[in-house]
């Protein structure tokens, strides 16, 4: 595979920085919702009050964790080596850039992973 475009990476940069937009004022709509001062109610309240909490809690951790791989997705343009799978050091195919701009992999390295996992997973 060729290198990719410069106009490639430059649309995959808005993607990326369009998404972490969005993902941050995620976590402030979070933030405004899981700060409710209601402490009281009866068992029943409470309980269903605490598995908000928790599920407010697991989206914000899945929220942390995407805005990591943007971020480092970001690092790699800014540092010349975006678009060049982790597992192959061979270029990401541009459909998969454009669909997942924050990834690391091509579908091969994604693959080969994978199969790593289920290897020893066992």
């Known amino acids: 595979m060729s290198k990719i475009s410069k106009s490639l ?16 004022n995620r976590v402030q709509d979070i933030r405004k919702n899981l700060h409710t001062d209601e402490k009281g109610g009866d068992e029943a309240d409470q309980t269903v009050r605490v598995l908000n909490e928790s599920e407010v809690l697991g989206q914000h951790d ?34 998969r850039l454009l669909a997942i701009p924050w990834t ?10 994978e199969s790593l996992k289920r290897k020893y997973a066992r």
């Open 62 to 95: 899945r929220i942390r964790k995407q805005l990591f791989e943007i971020e480092q997705a970001l690092a790699r343009i800014e540092g010349g080596t975006y678009g060049i799978c982790e597992e192959t050091e061979e270029y990401i195919e541009a459909d």
């Open 9 to 24: 990476v430059d649309e995959c940069k808005a993607k990326l920085l369009s998404s972490k937009e969005d993902l941050l």
């Open 104 to 113: 690391r992999l091509g579908i091969e390295g994604a693959e080969i992973r």
